[in-house]
Every structure is written in structure tokens, then in C-alpha cells.
């Protein structure tokens, strides 16, 4: 079953993910719909200092949002901040210096975040992380699942109150196509069990979701919100095979071998953007799975990748679990604010 789920996944990637899938596909696009201004409006966007995450911020301040860039490094988050602003002609582009792995100060963050800024209208959570070895975080959690699910079940659910404020909230989740082989293990979330596959445990915690008892970590929440919070708009995108360094450093040999049929970073954004920005996004069902700006299945055909409502429901109380007692730690003391107008939190 997994050879056959990683062959029909491969060869659909050939078709889709690549540069020419897109090219294909963008054929059917709407023009108008990112005919847009969304001046006034504000983006928080993980992971925004390279790759998707970088052309996300670049096309939402040219078209005057306001942006927030959560980032790991200051100094790359401040070059890439100089260059939007230059490039952008627009100077409410803001840094925030979070680590999303360590998930006790994502919370920090979140919680002083909503006491500085009155409202939130987009989050868009970008960052992603593959970990070949096994790592642990402060809170003794495996660093991709800290990154990758619990960092961004705690982030979003801290700012859920803060995006109901605001006018037309939507919460966009950046998936990978790897989710498609890879089934919801609920009792092995943190993969302590057997042998440690970096590039399997990414497509295990990076997963999408459309039906109702068919998600996997990071999707079972976006279903789970969706079904919660219907004021928000909630949605995952798969951005295809980008040439972005994550794809360099994390999977060399793939990214050899793609080379030019590799899609490029503002390919790969593209739909990000369109669910952040169209008014056409926010006319879709909430909490669907989304690939070059249309809905498709989460799940490869007769691959049995399905979770039980039993299944999901433990996930869910697992990370319920963990987000109390990681709350429970003591505050960190945030830096002095950096960059224009308004505080930032380091």
C-alpha cells in the first residue's frame, strides 16, 4: 500500500506540482480576482522572511495590507522587511521574531500580540520545518511536530478571539502533496516509535483535509476550526514542488533531480495569496483542501489514508493536552519593539 500510494503520488506530482502544472492550470484563473486593495487590512504570515512565505508578504503589501512577519532569524527578517518595503513602496511591513518550534513562546507571543493590536484579518501559517534527526524543543517536543502542528494549533487558536473581531478573518494553512502517503498515527504523534524518516514525518504533520473523518494532524485542526468558528474562513493549500531553500537544504537529491521543473517561489504562493486576498476564496466552503486555486480531494484514491471520528478525537485531546501544559509555563520578557509605528515582540 505505501509503494502504491508514494508511485500515485509521484506520478501526479509529475502532472500537477511541477512548473508546468501550474502553467496549466493557471490558464483558468480569474485575473480580477486579485484586482484588489486590501488597505487597512492585516496579515500575520509565518515563516515569511524566504521562500512562499517572502512572496506571500511581497504580493499582500504591494497590495497595501498590513504585514506581520513571524520569523526564526532577525537579521534575515529585517533584509527581507528592507526589500518589501523597497519593492512594495509600503511601510507597515512589521517583524516579529518567534521561534514557531518553541512553542511556549508562540503562545507568549500570541497573547501579547492581541493585547498591542486591536484586530487580525488574515493569518496565513507558512513556517515548516524538517528535522532529519530527532530533536526536541524547550518542552520536550519533537522539533517537526512542535513546529509544524503544535505551534501552529497554538498560535491560531490564541489568535482565533482577535480574527472573530475582524472584518472577513480567514486562517490559510501552507500543506505539502507529501500528506497524501501518509495516514494519521494518533498513537505516535511526536514519531517515537520505530525508525525516524525526516521527509515521512514532514508529510505526517504537514496534512490537508476536505471530508468529514479525513484529516491528519494539521488539516484535522483547519476541519476542526472550520466546524467551530463558522465567522472565520479556514483553508489549506498545497503549493506544489517549489524551488525554495527549505527544498534545497531539507531535500537535496529532490531538488537535483526537479531542477527547472521546479515551480517558482511566486508560483508557489499563489494560492495563499489568492485565498488571503479574492473574494472569490471567501465565497468557498470553509475548511477545504486547495490546489492552484480550487478545492481537490485530500486522500489518493482506494489509499486508505481515512482517519475514525474515534481517531481524530484523540488527536484533538492530545493537543488540547499539551497546549494546557505548555501554557503553563512561565512568561518570557519580551525585547524592546522594532521597526515602524507599532510594538513588535522578540
Known amino acids: 500500500m505505501s509503494l502504491y500510494r508514494n508511485a500515485v503520488w509521484f506520478l501526479n506530482g ?16 480569474e485575473p480580477q480576482d486579485l484586482d484588489v486593495s486590501v ?5 500575520m504570515i509565518t515563516g515569511a522572511n524566504s521562500g512562499i512565505g517572502r512572496a506571500t508578504a511581497m504580493a499582500i503589501a504591494k497590495k497595501g495590507g498590513t504585514v506581520h512577519m513571524v520569523c526564526r532569524n532577525k537579521d534575515k527578517a529585517e533584509e527581507a522587511r528592507a526589500d518589501i518595503v523597497s519593492e512594495s513602496g509600503n511601510t507597515e511591513v512589521h517583524v516579529h521574531i518567534v521561534d514557531m518550534s518553541e512553542t511556549s513562546k508562540v503562545w507568549e507571543f500570541a497573547e501579547a500580540f492581541k493585547k498591542q493590536y486591536p484586530s487580525l484579518n488574515v ?10 534527526k530527532r530533536e526536541l524543543n524547550a518542552e520536550g517536543l519533537e522539533k517537526n511536530f512542535a513546529t509544524n502542528t503544535m505551534g501552529v494549533y497554538i498560535l491560531t487558536q490564541s489568535l482565533i478571539p482577535l480574527l472573530q473581531k475582524s472584518r472577513d478573518p480567514r486562517v490559510i ?20 516509535k520505530g525508525y525516524f524518516d525526516g521527509v515521512m514525518v514532514y508529510a505526517q504533520n504537514k496534512v490537508a483535509i476536505r471530508a468529514k473523518n479525513q484529516q491528519r494532524q494539521q488539516v484535522v485542526l483547519t476541519q476542526q476550526w472550520a466546524k467551530a468558528n463558522p465567522v472565520i474562513h479556514f483553508s489549506v493549500m498545497h503549493p506544489g514542488w517549489v524551488d525554495t531553500p527549505a527544498v534545497s537544504i531539507s531535500m537535496p537529491q529532490f531538488h537535483r533531480m526537479m531542477g527547472e521543473r521546479l515551480r517558482s517561489v511566486e ?5 495563499a495569496v489568492w485565498l488571503a486576498l479574492s473574494r ?6 470553509s475548511g477545504q483542501f486547495f490546489q492552484d486555486r480550487r478545492p481537490v480531494p485530500a486522500h489518493l484514491p482506494l489509499a ?3 482517519s475514525s471520528a474515534q481517531e481524530i478525537q484523540s488527536f484533538m485531546t492530545q493537543l488540547e493536552t499539551l497546549a494546557r501544559v505548555i501554557q503553563s509555563q ?4 519580551f525585547d524592546k519593539p522594532t521597526g515602524p509605528s507599532r510594538p513588535q515582540f522578540v
Not at 488597505?39 to 496579515?43: D, K, L, M
Open 267 to 271: 508560483q508557489g504562493a499563489d494560492t
Open 280 to 285: 472569490a476564496a471567501s465565497r468557498t466552503r
Open 304 to 306: 486508505w489514508t481515512r
Open 330 to 333: 512561565p512568561n518570557a520578557a
Open 173 to 192: 494553512t501552507v500543506s505539502s502533496g507529501g500528506m497524501l502517503v501518509q495516514r494519521l498515527r494518533v498513537d505516535d504523534l511526536q514519531s517515537e
Open 39 to 43: 488597505v487597512g487590512r492585516s496579515f
Open 123 to 132: 493569518l496565513i501559517n507558512n513556517a515548516g520545518c524538517m528535522v532529519h
Open 14 to 29: 509529475i502532472q500537477q506540482y511541477t512548473r508546468r502544472g501550474y502553467e496549466a492550470s493557471s490558464k483558468d484563473f
